[in-house]
Structures are given as C-alpha cells and as structure tokens.
C-alpha cells in the first residue's frame, strides 16, 4: 500500500461545476498538507498548504484536512477551462525540520474542465 | 514574490558531455532542493541543502553533483548521463523554519533531454 493514495483520473467537468479533488494516507504522523497544480511541461505551482486538522479558503478554493480519517480535499467551485491541469497532494510529518523537507507525493489527478 | 527561476529552460546534451543547471530564488529561503520528475509521475526528490549545507542525498547517483554557492543559488552538475535521465529537473526553496514555514515553492523546470 502506497502512503499516500490519490485518484489519478482522468476528471473531466463542464465549466462552471464545483470539482472534488481527494487522497488518503497512511501515515498517522503527516500534519502538513499541501495541494499543487501542475500544467503540462511546468513546474508544479503550491495552490493550498495547511497544518493539521480543519479547513482553509483561498478564492475558489478550499481545502480540507480530516486527519481522522486520513483524508485530505480540495474543492474548486466555479471551475475554468484555466484550471485544467493535473493536481497533487504531499504531505509531510512535520517532527523533524528533516522530515518537513520531504514530502510524500500521491500521483496527481489530471482535470479537464471543458467550456 | 514567490518566484524561482531555472535556467536553461531546455538542455540535450550527449552521454559524455558536463554541463550544469542552474537555479536562483529571491525569497530569503533557506532552503533549496533539486527534484526529478518523469512524464506522469509525482516529482522525485535528490537533494536539499540548508542554509548552504546538503542536508539530504537521496542516494542519487554521482553524475549528478549538487552545489549550493549562497544561499539564493542552486546548481546541478551533470557529467556521464544516461538516455534514463531525461526528464524535467525541477527547482524549489522553501522558509525551511518552524515559525515561518515549510512549504516548497517550485521553479518552471528545465526540460533534459540525453542522447
């Protein structure tokens, strides 16, 4: 089993519809959680990192932590054409300034929102 | 600003030819990390320095030789490199402090084609 599972699509949605973007993990100990997109040829760019448990906003988006389940979302609401891209999650423990430095990737879920 | 920068943006080189990424961030960060990253797959990590020290090698091979001049310059030296090798090379930095943060902003890539 993979620490860190994500669903690697593809999704596809019509512009405009709210897109849930989900991973599990493993590891009891990751507190740090971060969401990146990726386009095509790109580096990833960092949408949305929290800490622990709850949940935080940023424009359209909306992430969520649920560490008794192990689970982590992303929600986009009022989706784009421009937010077609693959999504990432990583996450990391957080104990140690060394393990801060090393995320635990899942393998990105490619979304497509068409006009 | 959360910019980092890459260059060349694109490099083929042969199997016995050296030559070098490079990587520059503004940001005060004190941490720098080199990753790999292959078509469809989450970015691999290779090395991290802190504040100007390698911190992390993650057994990568010696063909690649990291070198962290100051703390805003990252390079990558490539000697001896395999067809295998191609990929994306990606660039981060990141506070790397537990007041400030954590979070790994990336740079655009350079795309490395060996032949």
């Known amino acids: 089993q993979k620490e860190v599972e994500q669903d690697p699509g593809p999704l596809s949605v019509p512009e405009g519809a709210i897109v849930s973007l989900n991973c599990t993990y493993s590891n009891s100990a990751f507190q740090y959680f971060m969401w990146y997109r990726q386009y095509s040829r790109k580096g990833p760019e960092l949408l949305m990192y929290?800490?622990s448990s709850g949940n935080k906003e940023d424009g359209r988006f909306t992430a969520q932590v649920d560490k008794s389940s192990k689970y982590i979302s992303l929600f986009i609401r009022d989706s784009q054409p421009s937010d077609s891209a693959t999504y990432l999650c990583a996450m990391s423990e957080g104990l140690t300034a060394g393990n801060n430095r090393k995320l635990i990737w899942g393998l990105g879920t490619s979304l497509a929102v068409n006009p | 600003d959360t910019e980092v920068t890459q260059t060349p943006k694109h490099l083929v080189m042969g199997m016995t030819n050296k030559k070098s990424l490079k990587c520059e961030q503004h940001?005060?960060?004190?941490?720098m990390y080199w990753y790999k990253q292959k078509a469809k797959k989450p970015p691999e990590l290779m090395f991290v320095y802190s504040y100007e020290k390698l911190s992390i090698n993650e057994s990568v091979p010696s063909r690649f030789s990291p070198e962290c001049p100051n703390s805003s310059l990252l390079n990558l030296h490539l000697h001896a490199l395999q067809p295998e090798d191609s990929a994306l090379y990606l660039c981060?930095?990141?506070?790397?402090?537990?007041?400030?943060?954590?979070?790994?902003?990336f740079g655009p890539g350079t795309r490395l084609t060996v032949t």
């Open positions: 981060a930095s990141s506070q790397d402090s537990p007041v400030t943060g954590y979070e790994q902003y």
């Open positions: 929290t800490y």
């Open positions: 940001m005060g960060h004190r941490a």
